[in-house]
């Protein structure tokens, strides 16, 4: 017989007289409700976070029957004309195979839509729909012209564009014949304690966040809300579904900046816009999931001088590694975390290691140094790192020379590769020999890919010796002279200033508490300041580029930056640990340790220099740990250190070592490889 698309609608709403097995499904137990709007209910063993406060969508429908309850449900936008039983089976396989928020438990009841217009449902699809057995059923009337149906839980509704909501899990209330579909999170449990705290987008159409104040009270972890990857799958913008945590060193519109300090917190209000680089990340579609703990103000602190948080616990080997510096929570979040994508920290001096001076705007961000501040993101896969890199760095939000003391940054995008690798001897071979073998193994294999040589060198001597500055004085050496003029001006005036007059109104003239790496510093006064020995660093900072530039990374016809400085952050390829005492002899190491023969750390080059400096995974070496008493293995890393502007260089440099397996995937957890 022919039948209708609306008879076929309407047959959803026939008894069944034959079913199969029942449906087995979690029932939702509501745990809390947060100021914010926010219900928090469980599915099983499952945390989720809805948004009560902001529904994504509306649906109106006159027959629907109002309900104090919230319930699980799947949005599924069609992209066919007639939807079959396949159809609907591989779509909701797919769901369940390409994303970590959605379960079958959402299956409780469905809305139906189509984004290819008037869409019928064949008898397939409507056996398929049956055997869900579905609590409640919602169509799309503009798309399947079913306007009244005879059964009370199948329910024509008023639909919205795909744009407005994305297929995937959500969350249903009704009431006053009205489906209101909530933007639904899974909420995982931050067991490293990397994180400060979640946020999710307020959803109010201000582009502001909302900060979540929930933690697992079992395990003292905070909970960390993301989003279904299923919402971004037909978003067409680079970073689109992209989870990323956000040092708290930035402002996002709706969330207190910490800097990781208290006396902070209690003198600054809560951010009422987001920084120019993290709001370009929301344009490129990226999901912010929280904001990560830092050294307080960013200072290169050892995790023992950590006193106002708690330092964050590091996944790999036997969980006391360090998280390096400043950004530690960035770092050690995504060595922990399978569900989040990047973390976008900040480096001045060691924190993460650096991209040219100047190539992302730091407006909003708590600075160290405006001249040399510069931000980065750590990734677990090369190739995606790569495409994050070269999505968020654009020209629009490139520092303007008054705040880097330089000329305007240009960043070429091409494969002029360096035709060296000079290997640093003052900073070279690393200390432990089965990571230097490791590093051998890879230089080998750089070589033959790009038809390099290697050199060594000594940066050091050649620093020292070198004709840079005409009136220096003879006595001071070209390391100290730079790096001696106005360094701590950003960071008084910006930072310690307000902090301690703020601190000052409100406790009766007294210094604020600060970390122990802070307090000499927050006891300076403005005499001590002078913004012409500020000017003279900036003049002289230029004066060392230019000659970096010229003599050491230099740029040819055929090379963005003719030659690759080689050499080792700090660890030489030894466990270094968050407690201060298992650092001590010759099978560990302290964090960016100067090598006996060497001006400055490996992590200070660039800042001096204005370079771009990434760090790379090699492989692992085992080592025995004093915490578990067991063999536990330790990453060993690089640095590649190019000329300022090749950036996009280096990354092609690093797309093509990765697709020809000379760097893999790290994993998360207890091993990186």
Same mark, same amino acid.
């Given at each position: 017989?022919?039948?209708?698309?609306?008879?076929?609608?309407?047959?959803?709403?026939?008894?069944?007289?034959?079913?199969?097995?029942?449906?087995?499904?979690?029932?939702?137990?509501?745990?809390?409700?947060?100021?914010?709007?926010?219900?928090?209910?469980?599915?099983?063993?499952?945390?989720?976070?809805?948004?009560?406060?902001?529904?994504?969508?509306?649906?109106?429908?006159?027959?629907?029957?109002?309900?104090?309850?919230?319930?699980?449900?799947?949005?599924?936008?069609?992209?066919?004309?007639?939807?079959?039983? !396949?159809?609907?089976?591989?779509?909701?396989?797919?769901?369940?195979?390409?994303?970590?928020?959605?379960?079958?438990?959402?299956?409780?009841?469905?809305?139906?839509?189509?984004?290819?217009?008037?869409?019928?449902?064949?008898?397939?699809?409507?056996?398929?729909?049956?055997?869900?057995?579905?609590?409640?059923?919602?169509?799309?009337?503009?798309?399947?012209?079913?306007?009244?149906?005879?059964?009370?839980?199948?329910?024509?509704?008023?639909?919205?564009?795909?744009?407005?909501?994305?297929?995937?899990?959500?969350?249903?209330?009704?009431?006053?014949?009205?489906? =209101?579909?909530?933007?639904?999170?899974?909420?995982?449990?931050?067991?490293?304690?990397?994180?400060?705290?979640?946020?999710?987008?307020?959803?109010?159409?201000?582009?502001?966040?909302?900060?979540?104040?929930?933690?697992?009270?079992?395990?003292?972890? @905070?909970?960390?809300?993301?989003?279904?990857?299923?919402?971004?799958?037909?978003?067409?913008?680079?970073?689109?579904?992209?989870?990323?945590?956000?040092?708290?060193?930035?402002?996002?519109?709706?969330?207190?900046?910490?800097?990781?300090?208290?006396?902070?917190? +209690?003198?600054?209000?809560?951010?009422?816009?987001?920084?120019?680089?993290?709001?370009?990340?929301?344009?490129?579609?990226?999901?912010?999931?929280?904001?990560?703990?830092?050294?307080?103000?960013?200072?290169?602190?050892?995790?023992?001088?950590?006193?106002?948080?708690?330092?964050?616990?590091?996944?790999?080997?036997?969980?006391?590694?360090?998280?390096?510096?400043? !950004?530690?929570?960035?770092?050690?979040?995504?060595?922990?975390?399978?569900?989040?994508?990047?973390?976008?920290?900040?480096?001045?001096?060691?924190?993460?290691?650096?991209?040219?001076?100047?190539?992302?705007?730091?407006?909003?961000?708590?600075?160290?140094?405006?001249?040399?501040?510069?931000?980065?993101?750590?990734? +677990?896969?090369?190739?995606?790192?790569?495409?994050?890199?070269?999505?968020?760095?654009?020209?629009?939000?490139?520092?303007?020379?008054?705040?880097?003391?330089?000329?305007?940054?240009?960043?070429?995008?091409?494969?002029?590769?360096?035709?060296?690798?000079?290997?640093?001897?003052?900073?070279?071979?690393?200390?432990? *020999?089965?990571?230097?073998?490791?590093?051998?193994?890879?230089?080998?294999?750089?070589?033959?890919?790009?038809?390099?040589?290697?050199?060594?060198?000594?940066?050091?001597?050649?620093?020292?010796?070198?004709?840079?500055?005409?009136?220096? *004085?003879?006595?001071?050496?070209?390391?100290?002279? @730079?790096?001696?003029?106005?360094?701590?001006?950003?960071?008084?005036?910006?930072?310690?200033?307000?902090?301690?007059?703020?601190?000052?109104?409100?406790?009766?003239?007294?210094?604020?508490?600060?970390? *122990?790496?802070?307090?000499?510093?927050?006891?300076?006064?403005?005499?001590?300041?002078?913004?012409?020995?500020?000017?003279?660093?900036?003049?002289?900072?230029?004066?060392?580029?230019?000659?970096?530039?010229?003599?050491?990374?230099?740029?040819?016809?055929?090379?963005?930056?003719?030659?690759?400085?080689?050499?080792?952050?700090?660890?030489?390829?030894?466990?270094?640990?968050?407690?201060?005492?298992?650092?001590?002899?010759?099978?560990? =190491?302290?964090?960016?340790?100067?090598?006996?023969?060497?001006?400055?750390?490996?992590?200070?080059?660039?800042?001096?220099?204005?370079?771009?400096?990434?760090?790379?995974?090699?492989?692992?070496?085992?080592?025995?740990? *004093?915490?578990?008493?067991?063999?536990?293995?330790?990453?060993?890393?690089?640095?590649?250190?190019? +000329?300022?502007?090749?950036?996009?260089?280096?990354?092609?440099?690093?797309?093509?070592?990765?697709?020809?397996?000379?760097?893999?995937?790290?994993?998360?957890? +207890?091993?990186?490889?």
């Amino acid at each position: 017989m022919i039948v209708s698309s609306w008879t076929i609608a309407c047959l959803l709403a026939l008894p069944v007289l034959v079913r199969a097995a029942p449906v087995t499904r979690n029932v939702l137990e509501k745990v809390h409700d947060s100021r914010q709007g926010a219900v928090i209910y469980e599915l099983g063993e499952i945390s989720y976070l809805a948004n009560a406060l902001y529904p994504k969508a509306v649906l109106n429908g006159t027959t629907i029957q109002s309900s104090p309850d919230f319930s699980p449900i799947a949005v599924i936008v069609a992209n066919e004309t007639t939807i079959t039983g !396949s159809y609907l089976e591989s779509t909701i396989a797919s769901y369940l195979a390409g994303d970590d928020v959605f379960s079958n438990d959402f299956l409780a009841s469905l809305y139906l839509t189509s984004a290819v217009g008037k869409a019928t449902i064949d008898r397939s699809g409507v056996d398929y729909l049956r055997s869900l057995e579905l609590e409640s059923l919602y169509l799309d009337s503009s798309v399947f012209g079913c306007k009244q149906l005879s059964n009370t839980k199948t329910y024509a509704v008023a639909g919205v564009s795909a744009e407005n909501l994305p297929a995937g899990p959500y969350t249903a209330v009704t009431q006053d014949g009205a489906l =209101s579909l909530l933007s639904t999170y899974r909420l995982y449990r931050d067991e490293y304690r990397t994180f400060i705290t979640g946020a999710y987008p307020t959803g109010n159409g201000e582009d502001s966040f909302t900060p979540l104040g929930y933690m697992d009270p079992r395990w003292w972890n @905070p909970m960390i809300p993301v989003p279904s990857r299923i919402h971004y799958w037909n978003d067409s913008r680079p970073l689109a579904g992209v989870r990323v945590a956000i040092k708290d060193l930035f402002d996002m519109n709706g969330m207190q900046t910490s800097a990781g300090s208290q006396a902070w917190i +209690r003198v600054t209000p809560i951010a009422n816009s987001t920084a120019p680089a993290i709001q370009r990340l929301v344009d490129l579609g990226a999901a912010l999931v929280g904001k990560y703990k830092l050294a307080q103000f960013a200072s290169g602190a050892n995790p023992w001088d950590w006193v106002d948080e708690q330092y964050p616990f590091n996944p790999r080997g036997d969980g006391y590694l360090t998280c390096s510096a400043s !950004s530690s929570g960035g770092g050690c979040s995504v060595a922990a975390y399978e569900w989040l994508d990047n973390a976008i920290g900040s480096d001045t001096g060691s924190s993460m290691r650096r991209p040219a001076a100047g190539l992302i705007n730091l407006e909003g961000a708590l600075p160290l140094s405006w001249s040399q501040d510069t931000a980065g993101v750590f990734g +677990r896969d090369p190739l995606q790192w790569v495409k994050f890199a070269k999505a968020w760095y654009t020209p629009e939000l490139h520092q303007e020379p008054n705040i880097t003391g330089l000329t305007p940054l240009v960043v070429p995008d091409n494969n002029k590769f360096p035709k060296r690798i000079r290997y640093l001897t003052d900073y070279l071979p690393l200390a432990n *020999p089965a990571a230097e073998e490791i590093l051998q193994d890879v230089l080998g294999k750089m070589t033959a890919l790009f038809n390099m040589t290697v050199e060594n060198m000594n940066l050091t001597s050649t620093v020292i010796g070198a004709n840079i500055y005409p009136e220096k *004085p003879a006595n001071v050496s070209n390391w100290v002279y @730079p790096r001696s003029r106005g360094n701590s001006y950003d960071q008084y005036t910006s930072v310690v200033r307000p902090l301690k007059t703020a601190w000052a109104a409100l406790s009766g003239g007294r210094f604020p508490p600060v970390d *122990p790496q802070w307090r000499s510093f927050v006891r300076m006064n403005d005499t001590q300041l002078d913004r012409e020995e500020y000017n003279a660093g900036l003049r002289l900072k230029n004066q060392t580029v230019s000659w970096f530039e010229k003599e050491m990374l230099y740029e040819t016809e055929d090379s963005c930056s003719e030659s690759m400085f080689i050499c080792d952050i700090g660890t030489g390829g030894l466990p270094s640990f968050r407690e201060e005492d298992l650092n001590q002899g010759r099978n560990a =190491s302290f964090l960016a340790v100067r090598p006996p023969y060497a001006a400055i750390t490996c992590a200070n080059i660039c800042p001096s220099f204005a370079c771009a400096d990434y760090t790379i995974p090699l492989g692992q070496v085992e080592y025995q740990s *004093p915490v578990t008493f067991f063999p536990e293995k330790y990453p060993v890393t690089i640095n590649m250190i190019v +000329r300022r502007g090749c950036d996009f260089v280096l990354f092609n440099m690093i797309e093509k070592m990765a697709k020809a397996g000379i760097l893999t995937t790290v994993k998360t957890g +207890r091993e990186a490889f």
